[in-house]
């Protein structure tokens, strides 16, 4: 059984350093990671990056976090757009796994209309709670577009044969989760935002956007233990990690 993976550049983000590594000084230009992953048994999307208003009014799209972003979002970089690069409609994506629903990850959710949407169920609640939801960042804008929805507790296998398993990652918000994708060269973590870069893991320092320090450490020590046993860790937004990933519609070996 033969896994695929494809990673597809959604935008870029420059912004302070000491937001993804608490101390650091200067800015940093980051990529808006999305994953396709091809399953003999469906398609399943990773995040879906930006939504596509931020094309034409980041700040109506975003209002006052878009003063924080200097963003680069082209035409041709929306979910929908890189999916058709590849010959894939929005409508031939079986599952939406969401790591968190902050708008660069969750932003282009409305554009797959037509899939569930795979969550933790934490995540979900904390989304829908006005208090944990001005504190986060979340806007209802990104994630709510009447999905069916699958919110799971904990680790959630896609299909069923250890491939494709979601991982609860909590920390840098309430209900956090990253991927574990089976490939024949063996296993990736797509980490999404529970280890923005190379060095946060190596280095095990925080960034200053997080919901839960303690909860944040422990999702890294998994990580590292994860990466110990040989998984290749994809960090969440590490521009000098993004250069060496191959871009769809080549897939990662």
Not at 12 to 41: D, F
Not at 83 to 98: F, P, S
Not at 101 to 127: K, S, T, Y
């Amino acid at each position: 059984m033969t896994i695929r993976l494809y990673a597809m550049t959604c935008g870029w983000l420059t912004m302070n350093l000491k937001a993804m590594l608490e101390g650091a000084e200067g800015k940093i230009k980051v990529p808006v990671p999305c994953y396709l992953i091809e399953h003999p048994r469906g398609r399943v999307l990773f995040d879906s990056g930006l939504n596509s208003q931020v094309l034409t009014d980041p700040a109506a799209r975003l209002g006052k976090i878009a003063k924080y972003y200097d963003i680069v979002f082209d035409p041709g970089m929306d979910i929908a757009a890189r999916l058709g690069a590849m010959g894939v409609g929005v409508g031939d994506i079986d599952y939406l796994i969401n790591s968190h629903l902050h708008f660069d990850h969750a932003g282009g959710n409305d554009a797959i209309p037509d899939c569930p949407m795979v969550l933790q169920r934490r995540e979900w609640e904390a989304a829908n709670d006005p208090d944990l939801a001005a504190k986060n960042g979340f806007m209802r804008q990104d994630f709510d577009h009447g999905h069916d929805r699958i919110l799971v507790d904990g680790e959630h296998d896609i299909f069923g044969d250890g491939s494709v398993v979601c991982l609860p990652t909590y920390g840098h918000t309430p209900g956090h989760q990253s991927l574990k994708v089976r490939l024949d060269t063996g296993d990736v973590i797509l980490t999404g935002d529970a280890c923005y870069l190379r060095r946060t893991l190596e280095e095990m320092r925080l960034p200053m956007i997080l919901h839960d320090a303690d909860e944040m450490r422990r999702s890294l020590d998994k990580l590292k233990e994860l990466q110990r046993r040989g998984a290749r860790i994809f960090y969440g937004h590490d521009p000098e990690f993004w250069a060496t990933v191959p871009q769809a519609p080549a897939r990662v070996a």
